[in-house]
């Protein structure tokens, strides 16, 4: 199974503070051992929501909304993509992930979906397009 | 630069209604268009909030609770992650995006080594590099 593995923003992350050394030593180390335990597949950290925007889709209409956004705790600072065996397998690696950041902070994960998840809406169309999409962002993240 | 594109859950989606077939085929033909511009480095989508959990960080006590959660609309459904010449040009490519309906999507720049300026030391970017390598040349 494939999850995302979203770390929340906080004040801290939407202020813009850099890591401290010793967390970004931390989570090298860690992401090393993902690697090395052949489970990641991709990740990144986000810059704050002020460096951000939203686009607001309504009928053929588009208004484009400038951050910083309000809702800090709701806000994603970074994510990883995971290849895991089961759910319990990505709570057990996130258990042993450092703090991510300098207070408290939450870590959601989320299975993705899979084609076969689509079940009687995918097309052998929508399937081929899924397959170049898969190919096209393989090792990416 | 990189830039994530964040699509927020609505009531269907955390419902884990299918999207309208329509839909999914014009979304097929849109991430098409983002491959042959050159611009599409991933797409996913993510299954309902009841489907997964999340986990409080506070000292080293791991508190978790699963899903789902309430608030619909600041949750994720999904993501792409594309590679731009600028921030505008994601923009206009998301301008393009066949949604219809009350949608909003976020869009972020994603951190590269150069942000972090002096933290970044040869070591740690080699160590960096080699990571990516390795991970890139796993199959699957």
């Known amino acids: ?7 929340k923003a906080t004040k801290d992350s939407e202020a813009g503070a850099p890591p401290t050394q010793e967390l970004l030593e931390a ?13 990641m597949k991709g990740g990144d950290g986000l810059q704050p929501s002020s460096k951000g925007a939203r686009v ?5 209409k588009r208004a484009v909304v400038d951050g910083p956004f309000a809702e800090t705790k709701e806000l994603v600072a970074g994510y990883w993509l995971w ?7 990505a709570v057990a690696w996130v258990k042993r ?10 870590i959601e994960i989320r299975p993705l979906f899979e084609l076969a998840d689509f079940g009687e809406i995918v097309t052998p169309e929508t399937a081929a397009q899924w397959d170049r999409l898969k190919a096209e962002s393989e090792g990416q993240g | 630069m990189r830039v994530m594109v964040l699509v927020k859950a609505s009531k269907d989606s955390e419902a884990g209604v299918m999207p ?18 050159g611009i599409l480095l991933a797409a996913e989508g993510l299954q309902p909030t009841s489907k997964g959990l999340r986990m409080r ?20 459904a999904g993501f792409w992650l594309w590679q731009v010449k600028s921030f505008d040009e994601a923009v206009e490519w ?26 970044v030391t040869p070591e740690r970017r080699e160590r960096k590099e080699n990571l990516r390598a390795e991970f890139e040349k796993r199959p699957g």
């Open chain 1, 1 to 7: 199974m494939r999850f995302m593995v979203m770390v």
């Open chain 2, 94 to 119: 998301l301008k393009r995006a066949p949604f219809d309906g009350n949608t909003e999507i976020e869009l972020r720049p994603v951190f590269e080594m150069e942000d972090f300026g002096e933290m």
């Open chain 1, 27 to 39: 989570m090298m180390a860690y992401n090393e051992e993902l690697v090395k335990a052949g489970i």
């Open chain 2, 57 to 76: 960080f506070s000292g080293s006590e791991r508190a978790i609770t699963d899903g789902p959660f309430a608030e619909t609309k600041e949750l994720l």
């Open chain 1, 56 to 60: 607001q889709f309504d009928g053929a």
């Open chain 1, 97 to 106: 992930c450092p703090n991510p950041m300098p207070g408290p902070s939450e």
């Open chain 1, 83 to 89: 290849e895991c065996a089961s759910l319990d397998e």
């Open chain 2, 20 to 37: 309208d077939p329509e839909v999914f085929a014009k979304m097929g033909v849109y991430n098409e268009e983002l491959i042959k511009a």
